[in-house]
């Protein structure tokens, strides 16, 4: 098992499977990109398949989440889904991605063993996305949504981060939209992880703002039959049900003490926090010819020493060297 100190353990692991993105999104990334990882320093399709089956058999990893950058811009995705999905004990498997391709490969991806879906849309207004994204990609993204749910990946998730000044008014039209469609809508506070370190906790549009400019249009109640639990989302009964409504509060109410999640950078890094200052290489481990049972060491010993909390509301928080798109969101 993957334990710390303070009693919790990981069984979530988000695998990123590389740093490259197709989006430019303002809270993540500058306009011109970022300095990709060289190719070598990503772990191929073989190499990751052996740390999630190490984590699965010897560690007590139970749920798989794709990530990246975008993980679509993986061409055998599909292999390690399908590779994931033949472990024992099968673990949940699912992606979060920003939908770009989605269209041509929800079927396919669904077939390999992918059992949801989250994608990522902040706004339904085409010039806010080019505004927002740098590309012109809005109609992509709602057709790789619509083909999820076609495909079967339901309910499809919908994750979007308000910004102020930008799309910081669309809460309502967001749920609407998703309400329509049957996708289940969850709304992220911005968090502190821009490579360009931009992020401004005066100018960040909180959850509350979000809650009180939802309740306005929509009656919201709490969701008793879900509770929070290690899930990050607080979710909401909307018109008396069924469909919900949730809000990542990762920055005004932190889920710290409840977290079960445990991270793989595309470069073999583990991470046992977004907000990690420090990792644990195991592609070094890899590569330098390491038996299971001794990555299964490290990779305990990198759980092991994870902090209480992610520290962003502490005086002193310093904010990680990877970017979100580097670390696997
Ligand atoms: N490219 C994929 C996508 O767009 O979903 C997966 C990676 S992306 C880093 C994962 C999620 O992180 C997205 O929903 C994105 O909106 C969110 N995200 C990125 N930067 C963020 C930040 N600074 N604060 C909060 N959420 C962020």
């Known amino acids: 098992m993957l334990t710390d100190a303070y009693g919790r353990v990981a069984t ?4 990123s499977l590389t740093d490259r993105c197709n989006l430019r999104c303002a809270y993540c990334m500058p306009p011109e990109g970022l300095d990709w990882l060289p190719k070598p320093e990503v ?3 073989d190499e990751i398949i052996r740390l999630i089956t190490i984590g699965v058999e010897a560690l007590g990893i139970r749920e798989v989440r794709f990530t990246g950058g975008e993980p679509l811009l993986r061409p055998d995705l ?3 889904i399908a590779a994931t999905a033949a472990l024992e004990p099968r673990p ?3 992606l979060t991605t920003n939908g770009i391709g989605l269209d ?3 079927a396919g991806l669904k077939a390999a063993g992918l059992d949801r879906i989250n994608v990522s849309l902040d706004t339904l207004r085409p ?3 080019r ?3 740098r590309r012109d990609r809005l109609d992509d993204v709602l057709t790789g949504l619509a083909a999820a749910a076609a495909a079967g990946l339901t309910p499809v998730k919908v994750n979007a981060v308000l910004m102020r000044d930008l799309n910081d008014d669309e809460a309502p039209e967001l749920l609407s939209y998703c309400l329509e469609r049957g996708y289940e809508l969850r709304f992220i506070e911005q968090m502190p992880l821009d490579a360009q370190h931009g992020w401004k ?4 549009v909180t959850s509350g703002e979000v809650l009180a400019s939802l309740s306005a249009a929509f009656e919201l109640s709490d969701d008793i039959e879900r509770s929070r639990g290690a899930a990050p989302a607080e979710t909401f009964i909307v018109n008396g049900g069924p469909a919900r409504v949730g809000v990542i509060a990762a920055v005004t109410r932190p889920f710290c003490g409840a977290c079960d999640r445990v991270r793989l950078t595309a470069d073999g890094q583990i991470r046992n926090c977004l907000f990690a200052r420090s990792e644990s290489d195991l592609r070094a481990a890899l590569r330098s010819g390491a038996t299971d049972a001794e990555i299964a060491d490290r990779w305990r010993a990198a759980v092991s020493s994870k902090l209480p909390g992610h520290g962003i509301n502490d005086p002193a928080f310093l904010q990680p060297d990877r970017p979100m798109s580097a670390i696997g969101g």
Not at 12 to 15: C, N
Not at 201 to 204: S, V
């Open 127 to 129: 010039e806010v996305f």
């Open 104 to 106: 041509r490969r929800a």
């Open 201 to 204: 906790r005066t100018e960040m």
């Open 78 to 80: 599909a292999d390690i």
């Open 131 to 133: 505004k927002l994204t």
């Open 12 to 15: 979530d692991l988000r695998v």
């Open 92 to 94: 949940d498997i699912s």
């Open 43 to 45: 772990l191929t399709g």
